[in-house]
């Protein structure tokens, strides 16, 4: 089953204290991207990656880093968490080829709260 | 850069009367056009999505959605409306096909009523 999955589902830090929310996915996709969504602003991209050690600035990269070292995984590190940052975010992937290609893929979502 | 604009915040229709959700995007180049939907508690889903060809585009869930290059739109339609399609929806246009950079709207809520 094509799957892409984000841990934790919901985590609750502190202001400062590093975390990382993994995304991984099985279907071999060559692009991922992490968004945040918030409320009446609808999903604003982070960072994007088109391959593996090929990652690049979405529209709201400040704050935040990505690493591409398998083509599978994408985890998105947030070194030193701000209340601002308080927000769900989600992964997805997509590939340039076959009939879904540019459909992008989302994972079910990381509630993140940061106080 | 690119943009994309959902006028509506929210939109109230009944049961069974037909829909249409307006979105309005900017963007230099061929647009790669995208509806997605977003149930409650979940993730997002494609309806459909516009990339070249016949500018009306048929999705899943009997939606559609009319290219309109003339008026930079990309309005979503469905005939006839059920409970079910309560959600919220959003446009999205994309530079390189989408696979890369994706701006979306700010969403549309649709609520349907009895």
């Known amino acids: 089953e094509a799957q892409v999955t984000q841990n934790p589902r919901y985590l609750i830090t502190v202001t400062g204290k590093k975390l990382t929310v993994t995304c991984s996915q099985n279907?071999?996709?060559?692009?991922m991207s992490w968004y945040r969504q918030d409320p009446g602003l609808g999903l604003r991209q982070i960072y994007y990656?088109?391959?593996?050690?090929?990652?690049d600035k979405g529209d709201v990269p400040e704050g935040y880093k990505v690493s591409r070292k398998e083509k599978r995984n994408f985890p998105l590190i947030l070194e030193s968490p701000s209340p601002n940052q308080t927000s769900l975010y989600f992964c997805?992937?997509?590939?340039?080829?076959?009939?879904?290609?540019?459909?992008?893929?989302f994972g079910p979502g990381t509630r993140l709260t940061v106080t | 850069a690119q943009s994309v604009t959902q006028p509506d915040i929210h939109i109230t229709v009944s049961e069974g009367a037909s829909l249409e959700l307006r979105c309005n995007y900017s963007?230099?180049?061929?647009?790669?056009l995208f509806w997605y939907v977003q149930s409650p508690g979940q993730g997002l889903q494609l309806l459909l999505k516009?990339?070249?060809?016949?500018?009306l585009v048929q999705g899943i869930k009997g939606f559609e959605a009319e290219f309109k290059r003339s008026q930079s739109s990309f309005n979503l339609r469905k005939p006839s409306v059920h409970w079910s399609d309560a959600a919220e929806y959003f446009c999205?246009?994309?530079?390189?096909?989408?696979?890369?950079?994706?701006?979306f709207g700010k969403g549309t809520m649709l609520l349907v009523s009895p």
């Open positions: 997805a992937t997509t590939s340039s080829r076959g009939m879904s290609h540019g459909e992008q893929y």
């Open positions: 279907m071999n996709h060559e692009y």
């Open positions: 990656s088109m391959n593996v050690e090929v990652t």
């Open positions: 963007y230099g180049a061929t647009p790669y």
């Open positions: 516009y990339f070249s060809g016949d500018t």
């Open positions: 999205a246009v994309g530079a390189n096909a989408g696979y890369s950079t994706l701006t």
